[in-house]
Nanobody, 127 residues
Framework: QVQLAESGGGLVQAGGSLRLSCAAS????????MGWFRQAPGKEREFVAA????????SYADSVKGRFTISRDNAENMVYLQMNSLKPEDTAIYYC????????????????????WGQGTQVTVSS
């Protein structure tokens, strides 16, 4: 079992920045592929970003590409999402997720493949 806990959400004006953190406990994340998803009111949970074991491969949703950066620190069991140039449409609950990868280059954008989820952190971007 792996427990994931997000933090860093809050209220920010459009154009501002936030850094979300995901702290893992119970097991090391070194063999996990990690991802961030978000869910806005009335919408399905959608993929935001993902990162492979060592951080060599990343993937981003088109809506956040160029603005968000996912990173990880396996030694500290931490995953981050740096969010810049925030827009009101970024408002959502952001979730950290993990799955047991089969190799160092494994990565997925598929929600159903992730095994572990945090409780989420609210990000609100005002216009």
């Amino acid at each position: 079992q792996v427990q994931l806990a997000e933090s860093g959400g809050g209220l920010v004006q459009a154009g501002g920045s936030l850094r979300l953190s995901c702290a893992a406990s119970g097991r090391t994340i070194s063999r996990f592929s990690m991802g961030w998803f978000r869910q806005a009111p009335g919408k399905e949970r959608e993929f935001v970003a993902a990162i492979s074991w060592g951080g060599s491969i990343t993937s981003y949703a088109d809506s956040v590409k160029g603005r968000f950066t996912i990173s990880r620190d396996n030694a500290e069991n931490m995953v981050y999402l740096q969010m810049n140039s925030l827009k009101p449409e970024d408002t959502a609950i952001y979730y950290c997720a993990a799955y047991t990868a089969g190799g160092s280059y494994y990565i997925t954008r598929v929600r159903g493949q992730y095994e572990y989820w945090g409780q989420g952190t609210q990000v609100t971007v005002s216009s």
